[in-house]
Antibody, heavy 122, light 113 residues
């Protein structure tokens, strides 16, 4: 069965950095695009970034562009999110999710991990 | 950006009754070339990630009970839950996936009485 397991969350000071990872199993990881989606406490999910199956197309939300970098390692079935210059408003649970579409549209999320909590606080 | 607006923000419905949640997009999410609406519905329970219920506005995902149905086209969409069960208490979100950024609605909290 499809499994996505995030790791790397924690408490970090404003201006700090953190690297999130997502280990995928149960499907051909190299065939699927992936998303990072975050959710602040009591708020709706917020799309953060997407990467196509082969890493050739990458997209970011305006809120994180220039600070976050999404990447993938298809040989190890891993998805990453490098986060720099973190702000209080980046505090959220970060989910990796599988992109359920092919083609040029962003696609929806058909499988989600359980998430990893990132807290930005001094 | 295509902004998604849901209504109502919350609703309380009796067990066994029908619940209706609306979602409106600021631009059409219908793609003429394939005749599809790029709209998904998710259910989220406390402490869990969202779970996709409906894709392409009306396509029920595998394993989703048939009391969940989606309808609509263009900019106006509806999620209907017929014959509510206690386990349907959750927050429901719509999302457009037609254009980047694939934004979510603000959510509708469904309570069962």
């Amino acid at each position: 069965q499809v499994q996505l397991v995030e790791s790397g969350g924690g408490v970090v000071q404003p201006g700090g950095s953190l690297r999130l990872s997502c280990r995928a199993s149960g499907f051909m990881f190299s065939d699927y695009g992936m998303h990072w989606v975050r959710q602040a406490p009591g708020k709706a999910p917020e799309w953060v970034a997407s990467i196509w199956f082969d890493g050739t197309n990458i997209y970011y939300s305006d809120a994180v562009r220039g600070r976050f970098t999404i990447s993938r390692d298809n040989s190890n079935n891993m998805l990453h999110l490098q986060m720099h210059s973190l702000r209080a408003e980046d505090t959220a649970v970060y989910y990796c999710a599988r992109r359920a579409i092919f083609g040029t549209a962003p696609g929806y999320c058909d499988f989600w991990g359980q998430g990893t909590l990132v807290t930005v606080s001094s | 950006d295509i902004v998604m607006t849901q209504s109502p923000e919350s609703l309380t419905v009796s067990l066994g009754e029908r619940a209706t949640i609306n979602c409106k997009s600021s631009q059409s999410v219908f793609y003429n070339s394939n005749d599809k609406n790029y709209l998904a519905w998710y259910q989220q329970k406390p402490g869990q990630p969202p779970k996709v219920l409906i894709s392409w506005a009306s396509n029920r995902e595998s394993g989703v009970p048939d009391r969940f149905s989606g309808s609509g086209s263009g900019t106006d969409f509806t999620l209907t839950i017929s014959s509510l069960q206690a386990e349907d208490a959750a927050v429901y979100y719509c999302q457009q996936y037609y254009k980047t950024p694939p934004l979510f609605g603000q959510g509708t909290k469904l309570e069962i009485k």
